[in-house]
């Protein structure tokens, strides 16, 4: 497990290495693989050979063009509540990612993250909003708007390169990263070329603290809000700055199963915890937990506490600090232009 973190660690960072590097060049062959693979698929839905299809409701796509976790969940957290302050009822779609089943199911709060994917439980839990998990999406959002709940516009979680669902309004996430040193994978982090210019109906958001690439867009700003203990989270208990600040001086394990753990540690050491780091894999479904028994105090994130129930921590006090995650002012006119408008009461 740790050499493959290893291994993970320096591929990523030949990403962010010029494109000339030994690796990178090494590994260009596969990317003109991959990117040859990626420009057929596109062709057969341009070109009709493959059809596109629509979705009951217009749909949002949340993505990145860069591998690994630029933001993505939290964006989708917040557009649902800016939607709703808009005037729309938004419903989610995604594909579930790492879940053990394939159909369609709708998420609950009773739902488990093995079942319906780990980030789709979390976006559920954080904004009740409606929704739904299938291997198709158009399935989902079929599912999700045959209820009985009023959904007049879906979210669709990371579906960016996937062409088989007509989309609307397309959401582009960035981190620092950017585009890393311009190449497809595996010789650089881009799932699909960097454009030059920003594509139709499409909207750029920067979880960084400025653009990191040539696309005008808007910054979100990100803070913990908090900690709270993991039984009071599930119970649905605010996160509290003052918990955050106890835990200072104590010795604290940081747990975090992510794309970019280390943005998680840092944003503690920067609150003024002093943490033993423990990364773990994306999406690592915790069957066991990775701390010593004896361990006094861990920290998780949200991601982390939806695979974990309080009764198999034993004596280990585990809290969560949840993220807030906050769009640019500007953002949501921007958006708004973008989409039709909300129905009428």
Known sequence: MAADR???????????????????????????????????????????????????????????????????????????????????????????????????????????????????????????????????????????????????????????????????????VFDERGGGNGLLLPAGPLRQHLPAALPAKSIVVYNASRPSTVLPGFLARRRLLGAVSLEGWWQGQAADPARLQALQGRRLIACAGMAQPQRFFAMLEQAGLSVERLAMPDHEPYRQLPWPEHAEDVIVTEKDAVKMSPERTGRTRVWVAPLDFTLDAEFGPALRRLLPPPPTP
């Open 6 to 172: 290893d291994w993970r660690s320096t591929l990523v960072d030949h990403w962010q290495r010029p494109h000339s590097s030994l690796l990178s060049r090494a590994l260009q062959p596969l990317s003109w693989l991959y990117g040859a693979a990626a420009a057929i698929d596109r062709a057969l839905y341009d070109t009709g050979l493959r059809r596109a299809e629509h979705a009951p409701r217009p749909v949002i796509v949340v993505g990145n063009l860069v591998a690994g976790g630029a933001g993505k969940t939290p964006t989708v957290i917040a557009l649902v509540a800016l939607l709703r302050n808009l005037g729309y009822r938004p419903g989610v779609i995604s594909r579930g990612h790492g879940r053990s089943t394939s159909d369609p199911q709708r998420v609950t709060a009773d739902s488990s993250a093995t079942t319906v994917g780990d980030e789709p439980l979390l976006i559920h839990l954080r904004t009740r909003a409606p929704v739904a998990v299938a291997r198709r999406r158009i399935d989902a959002a079929r599912l999700l708007c045959s209820g009985a709940e009023p959904i007049d516009l879906l979210v669709a979680d990371d579906g960016l390169q996937h062409h088989a669902l007509v989309r609307d309004v397309q959401v582009l």
